[in-house]
Structure formats: structure tokens, C-alpha cells
């Protein structure tokens, strides 16, 4: 037997039982309609939307909202009001919603009547609009709780 041929039957002995295993191996694929998201991802109707609902309603719902800037949904809490849009996506220091938050620039601390936030709520708005401040587009106002 050649030195060739010595060769190509080891070499044949030790891949064949690994291509077969490869072979044998049920294929994974992720459906097309799945869209993993990060564990930390923050997400509008579960994380924002109780926030507004339980620090911002009190002041800042309906036609006589404060500062014309309303929270019924996500967009008219994008949107802003006088001072105009509250929320740069993907720039929480440049967001109006932030600032007053944190009571930092010339807004002042939000809420004005009550404790502000904690430093959790804080976080899960600033990492609301860092990723975008995505909301429902098809959300509807709710009567306030």
C-alpha cells in the first residue's frame, strides 16, 4: 500500500464519523417571525406605560394636560408639548422627558407634587429612549386609571 493511500484511509476514517454526526444533527432555525430581544430590553406598554400611568396622569392627561404635554399613549408622550418634542430617540440627555426626570437643564423635576421617581424608573425611561423609544402605533387612550 503507497504512502498516498495510507494517508487518505486515515484521514477517511477519522473525518467519515464526523461528517456523519454533522449529517445526523437535526437542523435549528429561528422562525421567521421571532425577534429575539435582549433580557434587559425595555419595552413601552410594560415598563413606560405604568410609569406614566401612576407618576405622570395626575397632571399631564386630557385637553388641560400641563405644559400641553399628554401621556394617554406613547406617541402623544413622544410628541411633547409647549416646549416641543419631549423624546429624542436615542438621546435621552437631549430628551425634555429625561431632563425632567432628573430636574437637570432648565425644566424642572418631574413629578413637581410628588417624590420623584426612583433611580430604577429613571434608568428604564432613559433605556426606553436610548433604544429608540419605540411605541405602539396603533394604541389607543385609555380612560385614566
Not at 467519515?16 to 435582549?38: G, R, T
Not at 388641560?64 to 408639548?81: M, P, W
Not at 418634542?85 to 431632563?99: H, N, P
Amino acid at each position: 500500500m503507497g504512502r498516498r493511500t495510507a494517508v487518505f484511509l486515515l484521514a477517511t476514517a477519522f473525518l467519515a464519523p464526523l461528517l456523519l454526526w454533522k449529517a445526523s444533527a437535526p437542523a435549528f432555525e429561528e422562525p421567521a417571525n421571532v425577534v429575539a430581544k435582549p433580557a434587559d430590553a425595555v419595552d413601552y406598554e410594560t415598563h413606560i406605560k405604568p410609569l406614566f400611568q401612576r407618576y405622570c396622569y395626575d397632571c399631564h392627561i386630557g385637553k388641560k394636560a400641563a405644559s400641553g404635554f399628554r401621556v394617554e399613549t406613547g406617541a402623544l408622550a413622544v410628541r411633547g408639548g409647549d416646549r416641543g418634542a419631549s423624546v429624542v430617540a436615542g438621546k435621552s440627555d437631549e430628551s425634555i422627558l429625561w431632563q425632567a426626570l432628573v430636574g437637570k437643564g432648565d425644566v424642572a423635576r418631574m413629578p413637581q407634587d410628588s417624590d420623584p421617581l426612583s433611580d430604577k424608573d429613571i434608568d428604564l425611561v432613559k433605556r426606553w429612549i436610548d433604544a429608540g423609544a419605540r411605541v405602539p402605533a396603533n394604541e389607543t387612550a385609555d380612560d385614566p386609571p
